[in-house]
């Protein structure tokens, strides 16, 4: 029997008892599809390791195939774990998103680099295993729709996440904001699934919730359209991410409403129109982000938003105005991160080009660590700010405010704060401050 053991490598903050309570943690889709993929033809015993929930225990596990899957920040953990497991004689192989984007620097890091959707070359890497001659290298563009299998959900230590079953759709998005990766890892003019087996699926799910991990679900109108049709006989409760112009086409919202939406994470990204044109955000308007937000709540809707700092206008005095215009604007839950120029990204061309990208040490582009020169403000100011807007937005005092605002859903709302409230408290902690990093930000 053929022993694989499939990992998602931890980061800074990505890991067993790190910064997310599962009260905020969802259940990824990454290992429990390649878990799918195996062809059943394959007489293999799989085990899956999120080291986002788990401990590693790798001494315990023993493995003929070791597949990695990591982004940018988990990629010098996913280098560790190959070495490992190749010291220990397994056939290493290393995917997912920075491998994608960064084939060339990853070459050598494994036996077997897989660039792309894993759809097609995974199962094909897994035969010419099986043949005695795997490649070490294997890529793909596209997903088609009949290649993406059910997730194999039940290999996954379901207590450690959010008892929300997670569903994808479509993992692609027609929007091209500069910060973002995704329409450089696959063809996302088709990425998405046939709708009725999405419906298959959720209903096989039996479950009254469900959580869309899409990276927008309102890109595609006509697919959008469809899926949510179909959604509204279920009968079920979903949340998912969108971007913020589903609120200005009157019958997709009233469509995505009926669908049974009741939770979204949208993208505000800044508060300065100059950032979100300058980054490409053409779905954003901030003159209508209050308007938005109302939009939501009148269909009891509450909106989970994510921010950026660190666009070129952004200075102190700016970052300071933010919090009290996301206030002002209604949101449930704000979310924050540092500008991060992902390495495959047109931000890290232009800031590499500047010279001022400070750190190529990969585990510090975790969207909390702040990697690059801002335009104006120090790197220090930055990384001061982020952590202070935190604070703020989730001081108790906030936290009460946003709470007695609310009309319904209160649990839910008392656990995200809470949720985000310890993440917070270990903000500071995490970051690096007397690190050799931080000597340069300071110019020491
Ligand atoms: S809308 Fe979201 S998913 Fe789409 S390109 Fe922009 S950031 Fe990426």
Redesign the pocket.
């Given at each position: 029997m053929l022993k694989i053991v499939l990992i998602l490598a931890g980061d800074n903050t990505y890991h067993y008892r790190g910064a997310f309570s599962k009260s905020i943690s969802y259940a990824p889709l990454t290992l429990t599809t390649l878990a799918a993929l195996v062809p059943g033809t394959i007489d293999a015993d799989i085990q899956l390791i999120d080291e986002g929930v788990q401990p590693a225990g790798y001494d315990k596990l023993h493995a003929d195939i070791v597949g990695i899957s990591c982004v940018t920040s988990s990629s010098v953990r996913a280098r560790q774990i190959a070495g490992y497991w190749r010291s220990r004689g397994a056939h290493t192989v290393i995917g997912g998103v920075h491998v994608t984007l960064n084939p060339l620097e990853m070459e050598g890091v494994a036996d077997t680099l897989i660039c792309g959707p894993a759809e097609e070359t995974w199962p094909r890497f897994l035969q010419d295993f099986i043949e005695g001659r795997p490649g070490n290298f294997y890529s793909s563009r596209s997903v088609p729709a009949e290649t993406i299998p059910v997730p194999a959900r039940q290999l996954l230590p379901r207590k450690s996440y959010l008892s929300v079953p997670t569903v994808i759709a479509d993992r692609g998005?027609l929007?091209?904001?500069a910060f973002?990766s995704?329409?450089r890892l696959w063809d996302c003019r088709e990425s998405a699934r046939v709708v009725p087996d999405v419906i298959e699926e959720i209903i096989a799910l039996k479950s009254r919730r469900i959580l869309f991990l899409d990276?927008?679900l309102t890109?595609d109108r006509e697919y959008a359209l469809e899926l949510f049709e179909a959604l509204i006989p279920l009968r079920i409760e979903w949340a998912g991410l969108s971007?913020i112009d589903v609120t200005r086409d009157k019958s997709m919202f009233s469509l995505m409403v009926k669908s049974g939406c009741r939770g979204i994470l949208v993208?505000f990204e800044s508060m300065d129109q100059v950032a979100l044109d300058q980054y490409q955000?053409s779905?954003n308007n901030v003159t209508f982000y209050r308007e938005a937000v109302d939009m939501f709540h009148r269909h009891e809707i509450p909106v989970l938003g994510t921010f950026m700092l660190g666009f070129e206008n952004d200075t102190v005095e700016s970052i300071e105005k933010m919090v009290s215009m996301i206030d002002d604007s209604g949101i449930d839950f704000p979310r924050f991160s540092v500008m991060t120029p992902f390495p495959g990204t047109d931000p890290y061309d232009w800031y590499q080009g500047d010279g001022r990208v400070l750190t190529r040490d990969w585990s510090l582009y975790d969207t909390e660590h702040v990697v690059f020169t801002p335009a104006r403000m120090t790197p220090i100011q930055l990384q001061t700010s982020l952590v202070r807007t935190w604070k703020m937005i989730y001081s108790p005092s906030r936290i009460l405010k946003r709470l007695t605002m609310l009309k319904r859903y209160h649990l839910l709302a008392f656990m995200v704060n809470i949720g985000f409230h310890r993440y917070v408290s270990t903000l500071r902690k995490r970051i690096s401050w007397g690190s050799s990093h931080f000597q340069k930000m300071t110019g020491a």
């Open positions: 998005c929007n091209s904001c973002c995704i329409n990276p927008n890109a971007s993208g955000k779905s």
